[in-house]
């Protein structure tokens, strides 16, 4: 039998995407010289075989070398991991005290956390011929579409790849083969390198206001040098071509982009524009992607074919061959922040990259949030002020429209009706906001009182009418939406509140003839149905757009001029301190969507409070005057950014199990306390029964850091000894962005 192991007595300490903090030690396998951290193994663990990450190749294991198992198989070599990605995910290990495994395999897609290959198929580009070069279109005139395809071609300077193509018509197959029979066209195989082209820019940069150039010049000065810069734009104040012109500079160095989006939705119009400016390799990745598709997407950039990667946080740890910069837009958006497993911020540890990789960190939003503008406040990040609108576009009116005592139509009050007739006559557009899909909230019987609630879940079920269905959106449990009530037999069910459904169909009603889309989680299932009505938007064929929280940010829609908030009161009270800002935030980018062309926009806030102070200070002095209020609330009751905070959740479906395991963490946790972390709780969740399980909570909460941590170091080993830990699910939240 072969030998799997040398004689060189070397131990490879491995980290697997297991939930135990701790390495594993292997004997060195016989092709030993190949490997160093970084790179992938195959590993025997207990009957099975896993991929493993080597960590460190060391001379001694506190295990008798008799016990150990030998690698079986080194993966890859050269490591696919370099020594700074492998410093990132210690350092992300550790403040977020999350398993370095696990950690380690976060960086990875799918599809090589298994046995895949790191060889990526070069992809085919398309060129003109000599003869297509010299051809006269003027010959193809009874062939139109290769007619416009070679006069594509022949304004081209460079080959084209397929998904180039596609963004100028996705119908291109058919003509270019034909072009290729005829000696017009031809394929060829292999990519040039990541910025190699005559001309960077497909288009040229777009003028910019002094603002804009300020910005530009700020970044571009310290290229090559760690700096994290807050660029605050109102909404259309053209923060886009802020990042492109930046990039440009960067790529004319033959260095690397990473763009962070917080939504897939905004993935496809992102990457047209860059398409369309830039003619280097543009990877992209994010969840609807297929598993090869991101892996290839991820070698792409990690063997430096690719100069830009565009994706959402799951792309942040992907490895650059060539850092250049790194830009997250919509820095405040909560998507950042992964809710499960390894629950790390992508913003934050973006942030400590270009701390690692010496290279300049970009935060772009209309709205920053209060941490970010607490760091500018310190001198930690620079602002870079937009407080224009680019071009032509002149700020939206905002406006309160009180509704107390005035005749509703399924949320719509009378003025508002008016206002949408005053727009649709303008052969202008209209967009309706409310975070709510599903016809309604709450099914109440008129006689008795009965409310439909999940059997699950601490929740009302909510009403989808069009599929005659009550849904859970918490556990996702459906039934049959009832004809009688189910208690008394006799009385009327009655629906209660306002979700996107029942909205859609007064619009129907009340403007018939004008075409209504609406756009939530239901209505855009399908694969490339968003991006349909997006395009049908655009080409001014839909008259009223209704949609949820997927319409607040990125999207430009130019003549859509009148923006309506219909139910802006239901973020007003919580009892998460988050939700004042994030209320603002919503508030301020679904304005950003009115009047960013040349037409003056309005922007209409139905409520019953309008009174508010977080609403009157968002119209009468804008979002850098709530935030300076929010923060100064923020430091006296000693919360986040002024103090730092991790939650201990756990759940079960024993409603006392996870209560006595998070008093046991408890009682722990005080013992090891020198008296700088306050503990509140163990308390039940907001919403203490979800699918079935009951969820508590403890928080941790330091106005020192160091010490938060130090706790937690001395903490988290000794959770994992208790016994009750064992028979329940527990996690760690560290800077949690919600208490729920």
């Known amino acids: ?120 198929e070069a992809e085919k580009r398309y060129e003109l011929t000599d003869l297509g070069k010299s051809t006269d279109s003027g010959q ?52 040039k390198p990541a910025n190699s082209a005559d001309s960077l820019n497909r288009q040229d940069d777009l003028p910019c206001n002094p603002p804009q150039q300020a910005a530009i010049t700020a970044v571009c000065e310290n290229l090559g040098q760690f700096g994290v810069y807050l660029l605050e734009g109102v909404t259309g104040s053209g923060k886009t071509e802020v990042y492109m012109q930046i990039i440009r500079s960067v790529l004319e160095r033959g260095l690397q982009v990473l763009v962070l989006v917080p939504e897939i939705t905004l993935t496809p119009q992102l990457e047209e524009r860059f398409r369309q400016r830039f003619s280097v390799d543009i990877a992209v990745s994010h969840s609807k992607l297929t598993d090869n598709q991101r892996r290839d997407a991820w070698l792409q950039i990690q063997q430096g074919t690719s100069a830009i990667l565009l994706g959402t946080r799951s792309a942040l740890f992907t490895p650059l061959k060539n850092p250049g910069l790194i830009i997250l837009d919509e820095e405040h958006d909560a998507s950042f922040k992964q809710q499960e497993g390894f629950r790390f911020s992508a913003r934050d540890v973006a942030v400590v990259r270009g701390k690692l990789l010496a290279i300049p ?17 310190t001198r930690r990040y620079r602002r870079l002020h937009l407080p224009e609108r680019a071009g032509q576009a002149i700020a939206p009116q905002l406006q309160l429209l009180d509704i107390r005592n005035k005749k509703m139509h399924e949320g719509l009050s009378e003025a508002l009706i008016d206002e949408i007739k005053k727009t649709l006559a303008k052969n202008e557009q209209v967009l ?24 699950h879940c601490d929740a009302n079920l909510v009403i989808h009418s069009h599929d005659k269905l009550l849904r859970c959106h918490h556990c ?95 973020g ?60 100064a609330e923020r430091q006296l009751a000693e919360l986040p950014p002024f103090s730092y905070q991790a939650l201990l959740r756990a759940q079960a479906a024993d409603d006392d199990m996870p209560q006595s395991f998070l008093q046991a963490v408890l009682e ?51 959770i994992g000894q208790l016994k009750p830990g064992k028979k329940l699910r527990w996690s760690l939240d560290v800077d949690p962005v919600d208490l729920y």
């Open 432 to 455: 309706l906001f409310l975070n709510r899909r599903g016809f309604a909230p709450t099914l109440i019987c008129h006689s008795c009182g009965w409310v439909a609630r999940c059997l």
């Open 572 to 631: 007003l009270f919580s009892i998460d301190f988050h939700a004042s800002e994030k209320l603002a935030q919503m508030i301020v980018q679904v304005s950003g969507r009115a009047g960013r062309a040349d037409k003056r926009g309005k922007v209409i806030m139905q409520t019953r409070r309008p009174e508010h102070p977080l609403l009157t200070t968002l119209i009468n002095e804008g979002y850098s005057r709530f935030a300076e209020t929010a923060l």
């Open 476 to 570: 996702g449990k459906e039934q049959r939406l009832p004809e009688q009530c189910p208690a008394c037999k006799t009385g009327a069910l009655t629906a209660l509140g306002l979700g996107t459904e029942r909205v859609e169909n007064v619009l129907t009603e009340l403007f018939a003839g004008k075409t209504i889309a609406r756009l939530d989680r239901d209505s855009t299932q399908r694969k490339g149905s968003l991006e349909a009505y997006l395009e049908r938007i655009n080409q001014g064929h839909i008259d009223i757009i209704l949609g949820t929280q997927m319409l607040a940010k990125g999207h430009h829609f130019p003549n859509v001029t009148l923006v309506a908030i219909l139910d802006v009161d239901s």
């Open 668 to 718: 722990l946790a005080q013992g090891l306390n020198t008296g700088d972390t306050q503990m509140l709780g163990p308390v039940p969740a907001p919403m203490t029964r979800r699918a079935g399980v009951y969820r508590y909570q403890l928080l941790f909460q330091s106005g020192k850091r160091p010490a938060l941590h130090r706790l937690l170091d001395e903490l988290m080993p000794k």
């Open 361 to 377: 960190v970009v935060l772009g939003s209309a709205t920053p949030s209060l941490e970010s503008l607490h760091n500018v406040d």
């Open 140 to 191: 193809l005139k009874r062939a139109p579409k290769q007619k416009a395809t070679l006069e594509m071609f022949q304004a081209h300077s460079q080959a084209l790849t397929a998904p180039e193509l596609s963004q100028w018509d996705k119908y291109w197959r058919v003509a270019v083969q034909q072009l290729i029979a005829k000696r017009l066209l031809q394929a060829v195989s292999g990519g």
């Open 1 to 120: 039998m072969a030998k799997l192991h040398n004689e060189s007595g070397l131990i490879f300490r491995v980290a697997l995407p297991v939930p135990i903090d701790r390495l594993f030690d292997y004997l060195a396998p016989l092709d030993c010289h190949t490997a160093h951290p970084g790179a992938r193994l195959e590993v025997p663990f207990g009957k099975h075989k896993k991929i493993g990450f080597l960590v460190d190749i060391v001379q001694h294991s506190e295990f008798p070398v008799d016990k150990l198992k030998p690698v079986l198989r080194v993966l890859d070599a050269p490591p696919l991991l370099s020594a700074p990605d492998l410093q990132l995910l210690h350092w992300a290990s550790r403040y977020y005290h999350h398993p370095l495994g696990e950690v380690i395999s976060t960086a990875f897609p799918v599809a090589l956390r298994r046995h895949q290959s790191t060889s990526i």
